[in-house]
C-alpha cells in the first residue's frame, strides 16, 4: 500500500458473528495505515450498532446514515486528533431502515467519490448472522479483511461467508485472528496489507476501552506475512 501499487483500495472488515472484533481490527488498520502517511478514511458501515465514534471519542450527530440519505456532506467527515491522515465517518442517526438505505444506489457512489479522495478506505460492518448489509458492502468495496476470534467464531460460518463474498465478486486480501489481547494477520498472495517488517504502533486501541489513546492497551501483532498460494482460501489458515 505505501507504494501505491495495491489494487484494493476500499477494504470491508467482515465476520459472521457478533464479537468477533471487526470494530477493534478495523480501527487499529485504519490507525496503522494513516501512520504510515497515507489518507485514511474509516467509514462506520454498522447503521445498527455502530461504535466507531465511540472509540475516537466523536459525536454521532452526522454520518453514513445522512450521506445515504442525501441530508448531509462534508459535516460528516470528523478529523482525529493526533492523526493528521485519519478521517473518520460515523454511522450517524440510527436509521429505522438501515438495509434499505445501503441498497440505494447512493452507496457505490459515494465509496467511488472516497476512494477518489483517500489513499485507503476502511469500512467496518455488522456481523452477517445480524443482517446481510456486511455481504452488501463487500460487494461493492471488492476488497475484504475476514475476521475470526479463537475458540469463538465457528468455522463453518467462516467458510459460508468466504464463499458468499467471493460469489458477489469480492476478494478476501487477507484473514485476521484474534485470540484474546492478541492479534495474528495472515495475508493472501496479494501481499502484506501493512509493510514487510512489523513495525512499533505509537497509538492503538483497547477494545475494552471506550476511547483510544498512546496508553491503551498494546495491540500485538503477531505475524504480517505468511506466504499463500494463490487461490487458497484464507479460512484454512485460520
Same mark, same amino acid.
Given at each position: 500500500?505505501?507504494?501505491? #501499487?495495491?489494487?484494493?483500495?476500499?477494504?470491508?472488515?467482515?465476520?459472521?458473528?457478533?464479537?468477533?472484533?471487526?470494530?477493534?481490527?478495523?480501527?487499529?488498520?485504519?490507525?496503522?495505515?494513516?501512520?504510515? *502517511?497515507?489518507?485514511?478514511?474509516?467509514?462506520?458501515? #454498522?447503521?445498527?450498532? *455502530?461504535?466507531?465514534?465511540?472509540?475516537?471519542?466523536?459525536?454521532?450527530?452526522? @454520518?453514513?446514515?445522512?450521506?445515504?440519505? *442525501?441530508?448531509?456532506? #462534508?459535516?460528516?467527515?470528523?478529523?482525529?486528533?493526533?492523526?493528521?491522515?485519519?478521517?473518520?465517518?460515523? =454511522?450517524? @442517526?440510527?436509521?429505522?431502515?438501515? !438495509?434499505?438505505?445501503?441498497?440505494?444506489?447512493?452507496?457505490?457512489?459515494?465509496?467511488?467519490?472516497?476512494?477518489?479522495?483517500?489513499?485507503?478506505?476502511?469500512? #467496518?460492518?455488522?456481523?452477517?448472522?445480524?443482517?446481510?448489509?456486511?455481504?452488501?458492502?463487500?460487494?461493492?468495496?471488492?476488497?475484504?479483511?475476514?475476521?475470526? $476470534?479463537?475458540? /469463538?467464531?465457528?468455522?463453518?460460518?467462516?467458510?459460508?461467508?468466504?464463499?458468499?463474498? $467471493?460469489?458477489?465478486?469480492?476478494?478476501?486480501?487477507?484473514?485476521?485472528?484474534? /485470540?484474546?489481547?492478541?492479534?495474528?494477520?495472515?495475508? @493472501?498472495?496479494?501481499?502484506?496489507?501493512?509493510?514487510?517488517?512489523?513495525?512499533? =504502533?505509537?497509538? $492503538?486501541?483497547?477494545?475494552?476501552?471506550?476511547?483510544? @489513546?498512546?496508553?491503551?492497551?498494546?495491540?500485538?501483532?503477531?505475524? =504480517?506475512?505468511?506466504?499463500?498460494?494463490?487461490?487458497?482460501?484464507?479460512? !484454512?489458515?485460520?
Amino acid at each position: 500500500l505505501s507504494q501505491g #501499487d495495491f489494487s484494493h483500495k476500499t477494504i470491508a472488515v467482515i465476520s459472521p458473528e457478533r464479537g468477533d472484533g471487526r470494530t477493534f481490527v478495523a480501527a487499529n488498520l485504519a490507525v496503522a495505515f494513516s501512520q504510515t *502517511g497515507l489518507r485514511t478514511l474509516l467509514l462506520d458501515g #454498522d447503521l445498527r450498532n *455502530g461504535r466507531i465514534h465511540q472509540l475516537f471519542g466523536l459525536r454521532n450527530t452526522s @454520518g453514513l446514515s445522512a450521506l445515504l440519505s *442525501g441530508r448531509a456532506f #462534508d459535516s460528516s467527515v470528523n478529523q482525529v486528533q493526533g492523526l493528521r491522515d485519519l478521517s473518520v465517518i460515523s =454511522m450517524g @442517526g440510527e436509521a429505522p431502515n438501515p !438495509g434499505d438505505l445501503l441498497a440505494r444506489e447512493t452507496l457505490p457512489a459515494l465509496l467511488h467519490s472516497f476512494a477518489n479522495t483517500f489513499d485507503v478506505v476502511i469500512i #467496518d460492518t455488522p456481523a452477517t448472522e445480524v443482517a446481510p448489509d456486511a455481504k452488501l458492502i463487500a460487494s461493492h468495496a471488492k476488497g475484504c479483511v475476514l475476521v475470526a $476470534r479463537k475458540d /469463538v467464531t465457528r468455522l463453518d460460518g467462516l467458510q459460508r461467508l468466504s464463499r458468499d463474498v $467471493r460469489e458477489l465478486g469480492a476478494t478476501i486480501i487477507g484473514t485476521v485472528l484474534l /485470540v484474546f489481547g492478541l492479534v495474528a494477520l495472515f495475508v @493472501g498472495a496479494c501481499g502484506p496489507l501493512v509493510g514487510d517488517e512489523v513495525q512499533p =504502533m505509537e497509538w $492503538r486501541l483497547d477494545p475494552a476501552a471506550g476511547a483510544p @489513546g498512546p496508553e491503551a492497551t498494546e495491540l500485538h501483532i503477531l505475524a =504480517m506475512e505468511v506466504e499463500c498460494a494463490s487461490g487458497a482460501s484464507p479460512v !484454512g489458515r485460520t
